[in-house]
């Protein structure tokens, strides 16, 4: 087994967080009456894509009644909808929806993870929660070899990263599609706000505005690097 599909299993039966897991099983118990002929995932929910990805995309945590019931990220609610639409768009993604962890979906080149692999009560992970989940990430960082692009979704996601790298917040700016250089040689960061209901509802984030993120990433993460381009001249 691959050592990245490896350290998936681990998070899957990973119990760091008490509170987040009781939670995750009370939701998967008393589930939302739309579902309620379905088994919950109910689990820690762990990260999913291509394994040889030059994009990686760190989401906040899964929603209770999403991917906390379907066991894939940004699967089965309306922000996972708006996201795999934008990928699909972007040709990040094989179909442009997402419904189950079993309906065939792939996606290339790109690689989803987040910064709680539990769903949290009210959708806030607490401090110490991410914290707890921050080695997994760091360790994805480590095996991911080919990204070369960051897209945070959300500035929990955003700052959650650059700890997670060590770098520190006051030199970065979070602003949505805005391109931070992290060093020679390292991903860029790409800011976005996250696909959250929330924003959607109130405008602060359009289907366009999040496919320009995508198309950032994408053009960050396949343009020639400039000695590449010298080669060809």
């Known amino acids: 087994?691959?050592?990245l599909?490896?350290?998936?299993?681990?998070?899957?039966?990973?119990?760091?967080?008490?509170?987040?897991?009781?939670?995750?099983?009370?939701?998967?118990?008393?589930?939302?009456?739309?579902?309620?002929?379905?088994n919950y995932w109910g689990r820690p929910v762990p990260s999913f894509g291509d394994p040889a990805a030059r994009v990686l995309i760190l989401g906040l945590a899964p929603g209770a009644h999403g991917a906390n019931?379907?066991?894939?990220?940004?699967?089965?609610?309306?922000?996972?909808?708006?996201l795999y639409r934008v990928l699909y768009n972007t040709g990040f993604a094989s179909q442009p929806s997402g419904r189950s962890?079993?309906?065939?979906?792939?996606?290339?080149?790109?690689?989803?993870?987040?910064?709680?692999?539990?769903?949290?009560?009210?959708?806030k992970p607490a401090r110490e929660e991410i914290l707890a989940c921050r080695?997994?990430?760091?360790?994805?960082?480590?095996?991911?070899?080919?990204?070369?692009?960051?897209?945070?979704?959300?500035?929990?996601?955003?700052?959650?990263?650059?700890?997670a790298t060590g770098e520190?917040?006051?030199?970065?700016v979070f602003a949505h599609n805005l391109v931070n250089e992290t060093g020679s040689g390292k991903p860029k960061l790409i800011a976005s706000f996250h696909p959250s209901q929330q924003n959607t509802?109130?405008?602060?984030?359009?289907?366009?505005?999040?496919?320009?993120?995508?198309?950032?990433?994408?053009?960050?993460?396949?343009?020639?690097?400039?000695?590449?381009?010298a080669r060809t001249q």
Not at 10 to 34: F, N
């Open 1 to 3: 087994m691959h050592e």
């Open 5 to 38: 599909e490896l350290l998936q299993q681990e998070i899957i039966g990973c119990s760091r967080c008490p509170r987040l897991r009781a939670h995750c099983s009370l939701v998967a118990e008393v589930k939302r009456r739309a579902y309620r002929e379905e």
């Open 69 to 82: 019931r379907t066991g894939r990220m940004f699967t089965g609610d309306s922000s996972g909808d708006l």
């Open 101 to 123: 962890a079993g309906d065939g979906l792939q996606l290339n080149g790109a690689y989803i993870t987040a910064s709680a692999h539990c769903a949290p009560p009210d959708n």
């Open 135 to 163: 080695s997994y990430l760091q360790r994805e960082l480590e095996l991911l070899t080919g990204v070369v692009a960051v897209v945070a979704l959300g500035r929990i996601a955003f700052d959650n990263y650059l700890a």
């Open 168 to 172: 520190r917040k006051s030199r970065f």
């Open 201 to 229: 509802s109130t405008g602060k984030l359009t289907e366009p505005m999040l496919e320009a993120v995508f198309i950032t990433a994408r053009r960050l993460a396949y343009s020639p690097a400039p000695d590449e381009i």
